[in-house]
Structures are given as structure tokens and as C-alpha cells.
């Protein structure tokens, strides 16, 4: 069963930075896409970031430049660092994994940017 656990999220002033982090557990296949997405209040859930195995990066436009992903294959760990944070950018941020036509995501973090 596979299992993603985020932390890192909170409340943070417009301009300041947060890192995300998620734990993966149970079967990780090599070849898989891992990610961010969010959601903010009455909207869809949306790309932030992914990164596949092959360590190709995806980026929300809006996120270009503020935001970076990186992972840690031997820990099945993504993170998400979170630079000149914009209000517009308070939301549930979930990890994502993506593996052998499956989808998993974790239960989500809350992250609110103050003006």
C-alpha cells in the first residue's frame, strides 16, 4: 500500500519562503512521475510541479522562477521549495506519485501567504 505523508506547510508572510516535504512508503517503482499539486479555496486542484524519474521538471507558470522541485530517490522523498510566496499562492498542496497507470496522493498541507 502505498502511502504519502506531507509536511512543511503554514502561515508565512507575502515574499517569504516555505519547503514542503513528502514521504513516500510502500512500493516505489523506478519509473514514475512524483509531484505538487494545489488547491486553493473554491477552485480545481492544479499543477504546481512534477519531476519524473528521468529528473525532467514540470512548472506551473505561475510558479516559474519562485519554486523548485527536487527528490531523493534513495528516501522517496519529494520537496518543494517555496520562494517569494505571493498571497495568491495560499492553498492545500498535495503530494503526488504517479506509477504503473496508478495515481496516489497524499492528504494535503495547508499553505497561507499573508499580505
Known amino acids: 500500500q502505498v502511502q504519502l505523508v506531507e509536511s512543511g506547510g503554514g502561515l508565512v508572510q507575502a515574499g517569504g519562503s516555505l519547503t514542503l516535504s513528502c514521504a513516500m512508503s510502500g512500493t516505489i517503482f523506478s519509473i514514475n512521475v512524483m509531484g505538487w499539486y494545489r488547491q486553493a479555496p473554491g477552485k480545481q486542484r492544479g499543477l504546481v510541479a512534477t519531476?519524473?524519474?528521468?529528473?525532467?521538471?514540470k512548472y506551473a507558470d505561475s510558479v516559474k522562477g519562485r519554486f523548485t522541485i527536487s527528490k531523493n530517490n534513495s528516501e522517496n522523498t519529494v520537496t518543494l521549495q517555496m520562494n517569494g510566496l505571493k498571497p495568491e499562492d495560499t492553498a492545500v498542496y498535495y503530494c503526488y506519485l504517479g506509477q504503473e497507470d496508478n495515481n496516489y496522493w497524499g492528504k494535503g498541507t495547508l499553505v497561507t501567504v499573508s499580505s
Open positions: 519531476i519524473a524519474n528521468t529528473r525532467i521538471t
